[in-house]
């Protein structure tokens, strides 16, 4: 038993290691502490005779059997998450810290999130760039309340309270994220309804001011139901829009 950097308590590191100046092998890896459980195989590659600058030049290839994490456990790395929830994934892990690419993806959490897809970060640990997310979803299914409990500080404060009233959500599609814009091709089936979009959204992180432009393919969604406006009815179109907010008092739509 040992405690790493971030005070996280391992109770148990097991694993076949070998070691070069280029290569660290780990094989049949298992991590254990009081909350999370981890398996995988592991490869590290340095594209120099060292391992220093580790988030740019440091390749990774992991192979994860299974992962049974704790949001308790990576609140030591990222205080950001909510509290005592359970994250169970498996699928292989390419690239450095700073352009990671997950694919493979089969993820559900302990409050009966689902996500199946492939996904690629960019500058997670470079503060100084945008963060980008590459998304391929072959399916998101969650719900407001378990996005916002999941990280209450990010996604709890900035995701419209309209979203709410969607109830539980399948989303399908791709997205590209970059900073507070996003591009975004995606089929959304909820408890209101169904939508299909072409959009680019800009000012994600303010609703009011939210902005977006594209091609809405279908639409057939309880529009006032999720605006809390009881003057609006279902809405079934297909259009071009160009708009403005996310809320009946904002809503500017072209």
Known sequence: EFV????????????????????????????????????????????????????????????????DISTVDMNNFYNEFGAN?????????????????????????????????????????????????????????SDFDHLSNLLPKILGESLPESMAKLGRFELRGGANLKGDEIDSKLTITSDLGLVVTDLKLNNLANPNHLTYKGDVERVDLELGMILNESLVGQLSMNAAIDGQGFTIESLNTA
């Open 85 to 141: 929830e359970t994250i169970r994934f498996e699928g292989n892990i390419l690239g450095t810290l700073n352009d990671l690419q997950l694919d493979e993806l089969d993820l559900k959490s302990s409050n009966k999130a689902r996500i199946l897809g492939d996904f690629g970060f960019k500058n997670l640990f470079d503060k100084e760039k945008d963060f980008e997310l590459v998304v391929r979803a072959d399916l998101i299914e």
């Open 4 to 67: 790493e950097n971030h005070e996280l308590h391992v109770q148990k590191f097991s694993s076949l290691f070998d070691y070069s100046k280029k290569r660290m092998l780990f094989k049949e890896v298992e991590i254990e502490t009081s909350h999370s459980l981890i398996k995988t195989d592991l490869i590290l590659t340095s594209n120099q005779e060292s391992y220093g600058d580790f988030k740019n030049k440091v390749s990774i290839n992991a192979q994860v059997h299974l992962a």
